[in-house]
């Protein structure tokens, strides 16, 4: 089973490096671009141990506590398989 | 419109920034973990300029050509709304 966790900056919160990949693209001649913003996952592979439930408690416990900072930044997980 | 372009490094490749998490995580206590690899990922707000197939292709073409590395790094986009 494989579960992702997304984290990305809260909406509130200025993205330098996204704003300059947007910068970047549009001199490159991209078009049609109105805002990119950039976050990070993580593909996480689970041994089976826990039931589906457990699972996503764990991940969820996991996401909130290790993998996102909740002063700048937000996080959607989801199960897969 | 909103498109999203996922950028992880492909599966031969090694992830040392994701094992030192899982290894983390796991002397944390966190239980059931097998492997965890991180990846990032734009999220890109389109002007509507681009009709949805359009927009589609230029997506795409900005992942393979800037967001990715194709000597070690696979990617995936998804249009969104």
């Given at each position: 089973m494989k579960a992702y966790v997304y984290v990305s900056l809260k909406k509130t919160v200025l993205d330098p490096q996204g704003k300059t990949i947007q910068g970047a693209l549009q001199k490159m001649g991209?078009?049609?671009?109105e805002e990119v913003r950039q976050g990070k996952f993580f593909e996480i592979t689970l041994d089976?141990?826990?039931?589906r439930e457990e699972a996503q408690a764990e991940v969820e416990r996991i996401a909130r506590?290790?993998?996102?900072?909740?002063v700048i930044e937000e996080c959607r997980c989801s199960l897969a398989e």
């Open positions: 991209y078009r049609g671009l089976g141990g826990l039931g506590e290790v993998l996102t900072n909740p």
